[in-house]
């Protein structure tokens, strides 16, 4: 090799499987390459063609396909294509198409055959390493989920079953059974048109009726399930899955306009899915003592896994995990009230943070808070609501939630109160602002009531939509909290890096990227009065006022997308290989194609910053 | 658009030229060169065997500087081959001036130790012969070889080049701003190696020396062909 091609080894030698090439194997590479450049939208590699070359990406990024013509992969600088067919017959079993101006360096077969033979970990590498290399990389479809990719009115297969709310119990249960349905939609039929206003299912068939022996003829109007939650028939079979999560139902009416076309049942979304975490969440619901809900906790890192290698987006993944954190925390309060008796007063059991958010993941601890009846009197009520907020936190931590650290939780008295309390709270917080005590109270303004009477909650977010958007100075301080923390992008595009627990260089994914990104979604949210919790769906509300461009707002959700999935595969492989998994990754973790789309994505957050520093007149935040 | 990349040398029959030529060259390399042919100006660019070229020198006269290094790299337009690149450092017959030393990064030891141009001329030709320069700007390889030739070996040596910036200031044809564009803040547009391979996204290469900069030549070849052209464009539309 010349020497003066040492720009060309040296760009070789930093990447896998070249970095640990002996110097005369570096050498001999280089006297094998053959440049040749690309221009984006055309082909490299066709299906079937001869190829004798392995493909080394200078620059440029190239998207390589299946057979069937769905995507398989996309690389960029620094890595290779082609070798599969180098393996076998010579023939491109991948086809590859330049998505962008591209120069390649072609090594020739026998370079790549030499060092095939010769280097085991160029071999390891070529062989296996690029199965579990894909299944990180950016845009993996090696398994295309039918769950984000299918719509909801594909599990269909029957016209609506419905009656008229005026029929009686026994009639209701001689049309299921006739038809063989296992939930009944009851329409009022008073209007000019028929108008969907209930259900009844199998199971409230034998909770509701049997269980009370009611009279078969007990107008059915009596024992429906009313203020019904429905789906589009535009949507995606995973926001089915995820409404019934959500909400904790097992069957959705799918409406088209006034229209009913269907009804979708949990049974349905599992055949689509058959390690479900719905199956998790229905497994917690036949449970019986907080034992047995233990040892369902340990499968739920297993189902997080799973759906992270069926490439569930981080939407999916966030909500999932906090609907199975909702269901263990229904769960006790359900057995906490069997053992306690039922509550001296109505109650409402507040989830806070990221489960409120449906952005949960496996390393996470307990934020949750009781808003009491305002009928509720502390010397005669709150021993009760005191043992059963001890019994839920507990067994929580039974189950993996960690105890909050911030003492945020229902057993801290300051935050078991009734709803005229906590009225106050919120109304001091944004009526009379303090920077220190927003800090601190952040997480209380991402809220979700998920037991008892979740309307207490619903007026906690009704005083916060109709309050915060008229404080300014509220606006600003919370904003300021929000530039508290950067990404981790130093002058020249370059990763800031901090030193870990275990001493290594790492940034941290959650401290660094997704809380800053929600952190300032809030704002944004709580000043445009929407009353949605989960950071994409805020984004979604923002975008239909002024506030953001249509641009910006599409920008942050792809960085938060983007951030979030890169998060929860470090946490995905971490539990398979055993280790703890943790939010700090190392930049050499990465493939170059996340390395340079990260720096992109906390681009995103680092100018977002800067909106938000102007529009609110925040002033410089203190980059802790 | 390709029809006003002109020069003078453009009209030339060089086909013809090379035949001509080949009746009067004394020496066995110069001969040889000249009866390898040159292509027809309607050959496609495709089939061209072409070959980038890039000289160092102490200066921008031919007539009063020299050649102080040669980067080569014989390739197509389906691929540079890297395996076939030369590059050798030449003593030049008047001193080494201290700017051009941090310029080239080559140091007085290494001029001290290298061959006379005349040493090198039987690899030089045998890269030459059968195929058609591509420089970046022509005002430096074809006349400080043609001044080193007609010294060395009182023989002529023409032939057609490719010019990568002269393809580029035909496509950018107001590059310098006029007065007004300036006021409001237009840059000029700069068609210099390195600011010309921006335009097609090819990497920077942090190494200077002739050899990186003649394969940055055919790289930025390569991207203007598929870019601007086509690989069935005729050699003679391109070349100058």
Not at chain 1, 312 to 330: C, D, E, K, T
Not at chain 1, 492 to 519: I, M
Not at chain 2, 43 to 68: C, K, M, N, Y
Request: net charge negative; glycine share 6%; proline share 5%.
């Amino acid at each position: 090799m010349q020497a003066e091609l040492l720009d060309i080894r040296n760009h070789i030698a930093q990447y896998p499987p070249f970095d640990d090439l002996p110097e005369e194997l570096l050498e001999r590479i280089v006297a094998g390459i053959e440049v040749v450049y690309c221009r984006a939208g055309t082909p490299i590699l066709e299906l079937g063609q001869d190829n004798h070359w392995l493909h080394y990406i200078r620059s440029g990024a190239v998207e390589i396909f299946r057979r069937s013509g769905e995507l398989y992969n996309r690389v960029g600088e620094g890595e290779v294509f082609g070798q599969f067919g180098l393996m076998m017959n010579k023939k491109v079993r991948f086809p590859a198409k330049a998505i962008e101006d591209c120069l390649i360096y072609k090594i020739p077969d026998e370079v790549f055959q030499y060092l095939w033979e010769q280097d085991e970990s160029f071999a390891d590498f070529v062989e296996i390493e690029d199965r579990s290399r894909l299944r990180s990389a950016v845009s993996r479809r090696e398994k295309s989920n039918e769950l984000m990719t299918a719509k909801v009115t594909r599990l269909i297969s029957r016209e609506p079953i419905s009656a008229p709310t005026t029929v009686r119990l026994q009639e209701a249960a001689r049309i299921m059974t006739d038809n063989g349905v296992s939930a009944l939609l009851l329409m009022d039929e008073t209007g000019d048109k028929p108008k969907l206003t209930g259900i009844i299912t199998d199971r409230d068939l034998r909770t509701r009726a049997v269980t009370h022996a009611l009279a078969s003829e007990t107008p059915i109007s009596e024992i429906m399930t009313e203020g019904l939650i429905t789906i589009s028939a535009r949507s995606f079979i995973f926001e089915a899955m995820l409404t019934m999560l959500h909400n904790n139902v097992h069957h959705l009416p799918v409406v088209e306009g006034d229209e009913v076309r269907g009804v979708v049942a949990l049974s349905d979304i599992v055949k689509y899915e058959s390690q479900s975490s719905l199956f998790l969440v229905s497994n917690i619901y036949q449970q019986k003592h907080v034992k047995g809900l233990k040892k369902v906790s340990l499968d739920v890192r297993d189902s997080f896994v799973r759906m992270v290698n069926e490439d569930a987006n981080s939407h999916m993944v966030g909500s999932a995990m906090a609907g199975i954190g909702r269901s263990f925390s229904q769960k006790l309060l359900e057995l906490g009230e069997e053992e306690l008796g039922p509550p001296p007063v109505p109650y409402c059991f507040m989830a806070l943070g990221s489960m409120a958010r449906d952005e949960q993941l496996v390393v996470t601890d307990q934020d949750n808070a009781m808003i009491l009846d305002d009928s509720f009197i502390p010397e005669e009520h709150d021993d009760y609501f005191l043992a059963l907020a001890k019994f839920v936190s507990d067994g929580l931590a039974e189950c993996g939630y960690s105890y909050c650290t911030g003492d945020i939780m229902a057993t801290n008295p300051k935050w078991r109160q009734p709803l005229k309390v906590w009225k106050q709270y919120f109304t001091q917080w944004i009526d009379s602002p303090n920077a220190e005590t927003l800090l601190n109270s952040n997480i209380f303004f991402d809220l979700d009531g998920i037991h008892g009477q979740t309307e207490l909650a619903e007026q906690l977010k009704t005083l916060i939509s109709e309050k915060a958007s008229n404080s300014q100075r509220f606006l600003t301080l919370l904003a300021r909290n929000a530039l508290n923390r950067t990404p981790p992008l130093g002058f020249f595009r370059t990763f800031v890096l901090e030193e870990d627990g275990k001493h290594q260089k790492t940034f941290n994914l959650k401290r660094r990227g997704t809380a800053p990104l929600s952190d300032l979604i809030r704002v944004h949210a709580l000043a445009c009065g929407a009353r949605s919790q989960n950071s994409f769906e805020r984004l979604r509300d923002i975008a239909k006022t002024k506030l953001l461009m249509e641009d910006d707002a599409s920008n942050l959700r792809d960085a938060l997308e983007f951030i979030s999935i890169v998060r929860i595969r470090h946490q995905a492989l971490a539990i398979e290989e055993g280790r703890e998994p943790d939010n700090n990754v190392r930049p050499k973790d990465l493939s170059p194609f996340e390395r340079s789309h990260l720096k992109d994505a906390f681009q995103v957050v680092s100018n977002a910053q800067k909106f938000l520093r102007f529009r609110y007149n925040a002033g410089g935040g203190r980059n802790v | 658009m390709s029809s006003s990349i002109k020069s003078r040398n453009s009209n030339q029959n060089w086909p013809e030229n090379y035949r001509a030529q080949s009746k009067k060259a004394v020496d066995p390399r110069v001969l040889g060169f000249y009866q390898a042919g040159c292509p027809s100006p309607d050959t496609p660019i495709r089939e061209v065997q072409l070959l980038a070229l890039d000289f160092e020198t102490t200066g921008l006269e031919a007539e009063q500087h020299s050649i102080v290094s040669i980067g080569l790299v014989p390739f197509t337009l389906d691929g540079i081959q890297l395996g076939k690149a030369w590059h050798q450092v030449v003593r030049p017959k008047l001193p080494l001036h201290q700017t051009s030393i941090t310029i080239h990064g080559i140091t007085h030891t290494d001029i001290d130790q290298a061959p006379d141009l005349e040493d090198v001329l039987d690899p030089l030709f045998r890269y030459l012969t059968g195929r058609i320069p591509v420089v970046h700007y022509r005002n430096i390889e074809r006349p400080f070889l043609s001044v080193a030739l007609q010294w060395r070996l009182k023989e002529e040596l023409r032939f057609p080049v490719i010019d990568t910036m002269a393809i580029e200031a035909h496509l950018h044809p107001d590059r310098r701003p006029s007065r007004w564009q300036q006021l409001i803040g237009k840059q000029p547009t700069s068609i210099r190696l390195a600011d010309s391979r921006k335009r097609y996204n090819l990497p920077h290469y942090a190494g200077h020396n002739a050899l990186i900069d003649a394969i940055a030549t055919a790289e930025l070849l390569q991207a203007q062909i598929l870019h601007h052209f086509s690989p069935d464009t005729p050699i003679g539309d391109i070349w100058v």
